[in-house]
């Protein structure tokens, strides 16, 4: 008898129902997840966010789990997140599926539920963003459709939980459906041969018939995960694979055979889903394509896509980097004024001279600049970021960066990866399962780090201000937003470049294509996104840097209070490293703290300070102002600056992006090469910089 496959649990303990959440990209499906388990799943308003399995158990119902699966168009698969949602929902051990459909986009959304319609799996349909189906005069017939499919349909507003009752409810008892699709005679007469074989190992005829249409299709990996769910001895597998022949065989004699099987079976659901629609849609006054259209004809416009992505980018860090300031004074002064208090009370309960140095000023000072130097920044530049993503402007980014990446040798998907880069390269790199192709999902995944992640770009805002502090000695400006614009358009060049270089060397191949779905545009919900970036965002990477930052302070304060031939352990090491930083234009404290940033880029600076200080001496108030003075008291030109910030830009990922890459790609090989590509830029770039400054200054 076939082998069940276990569902994922959610909280370490088994569910009594599992649900499995389905539906194309860009439905509301993450959104909807959210809500009814109050989870704080990453939504955005582009196709391939979702990658993995996130469960969780409904507020109201803590027995039953739900899993929000990877948005997908079909149950026949192609990429590696397709691959994902089409075993959970087949093979995954799933009681019922939801499958959520946009009310503006029901014909194509009904081709997924005609689909798993046909596998005989419990299904209730959720047709979601009925509130902007309204605002855009389409009416959807819930009713009318529910007895077209003979399963459960509910009208839902996914971030409005008053119309999600009906949708728990349907959950406790759904319909089993009796809807079947009748494919041409010569099809269903060996399929129906075929699934009386399957039978023997699969007591369910619907989802035997579901088998047999899908074996008769050349899928060499869905034959592999079919003949597993079967969990047939060698003899019933023979038996299977034997009849499977003799049923393509005999298609081929009737001239339905290959690529034409596919697209009878294709032209037939579409159809289905197209007599199905016009039953249950009415369109009255449809308002959709006058403001659509005027704003794709900015952002996607052949003159003004490149010049408006460029404005809104600097307009975000100019409002981060104008407004960051502030916070980050009151940050350092209240952590300047508790570090005294903790200071009497240390010395009131008679701590040991070097205990409390070790805890203040090595613990508790790290700490305090980590806060006060990276969560200003990132409190301003995510939920901005956020509500670029949640109004559908994202997917616009990477549809116009579909050409060059097609050019360079790759997928237009990369484009997607990148983007996601930009929130955190090891959710890039994961995202990279949206490829289809093995070459080019590689590509995206070892160039990936290239762009800059959450954890530098606080980073580079920092260095930068300080930077400008330093040359002019005024605040921020418009022209500092411009700069760091301008620096992720050369990370971007730079991808493209790599992509070139590695498609052309190490793995080159034919490029293929693919087609990106662009949603419609919606009003962000303000709040909603800005809470949830702040809280999962901002919060998980501040928590991760302390969590790093910690122990390293300790670490540098041992070293810089430690000596040995009356110099200090961590001066020992920056005078080793210091020759072959000074070749690149940085020197030995500014190698040994990005050495030490492993594990977190948002700790180099607060390491930098701590060394230059020697652990002991930076202190007060923490702002722009004071880091560029204690970067100009320990010997920064502008030439060092300018290198800095260059190797910011490009440095050997964080240790998070490698474990990720080598869990990805299973290969030390390519793990070593994700290293070595962006260190090799930002070294080289900073060796031509330092060298022409020795030339011509």
Known sequence: MKKEKQAPEASGRPSSLTVALAGNPNVGKSTLFNSLTGAHAHTGNWAGKTVGLECGSLREQRDVMLVDIPGTYSLYSHSEEEKIARDFICFGGADLTVVVCDACALCQNLNLVIQILETGRRLVVAVNLMDEARRRGVTVDTEALSRELGVTVVGTVAHDKKTLLSLTDALCSPPESSYSISYPEAI?????????IILKYEHSPRFSRWLALR???????????????????????CEILSATSSAREELRTKEISGEKYRDVIAETIVREADRIAACVIREENPRKSGTDKILDRIFTGRLTAYPVMLLLLALV???TLSLANYPSSWLSAFFAYT???????????????????LLLFGLYRTLGQVIAVMLPPMLIFFPLFALLEDSGYLPRVAYNLDR??????????????????FGCNAVGIVGARIIDSGRERTLAILTNSLVPCNGRLPMLLTLISAFYIFLTGGAPSFSLALTLTLLVLVSVFATFFATFILSRTLFHGEKSSF????????????FSVIFRSITDKCGAILL??????????????VLANVNIGGESIISHVAAALDPIGKTFGLDGPILLAFILGIPANEIVIPILLLIYSAGTSVGGELNNFSIAASLAASGWTPITAVCTTVFALFHWPC???????????????????????????GLSLCFLIALAAKIFI
């Open 515 to 526: 087609t990106i779905e662009l949603p419609p545009y919606r009003r962000p919900r303000i």
């Open 188 to 196: 269903e007469s060996v399929v129906e041969d075929l699934s009386s």
């Open 404 to 421: 060059p990446f097609c050019c360079a040798g790759a997928c237009g998907k990369q484009a997607l990866t990148m983007c996601m880069g």
């Open 544 to 557: 991760r840097a302390v969590a790093v930052a910690a122990p390293i302070g300790v670490v540098i304060w």
């Open 317 to 319: 860090f100019f409002a």
């Open 339 to 357: 570090e005294g208090l903790l200071f009497e009370l240390f010395t009131l309960l008679s701590f040991p001279d070097w205990l409390t140095e």
């Open 215 to 237: 074996l008769i299709d050349s899928d060499a990996e869905m034959r592999e995960s079919i003949l597993e769910y079967l969990d047939a001895d060698e003899a019933g597998a």
């Open 655 to 681: 240790s998070t992006s490698l474990i990720t890459v080598y869990k990805e790609t299973k290969s030390v090989r390519l793990t070593l090469i994700a290293f070595a590509v962006p260190t090799v830029i």
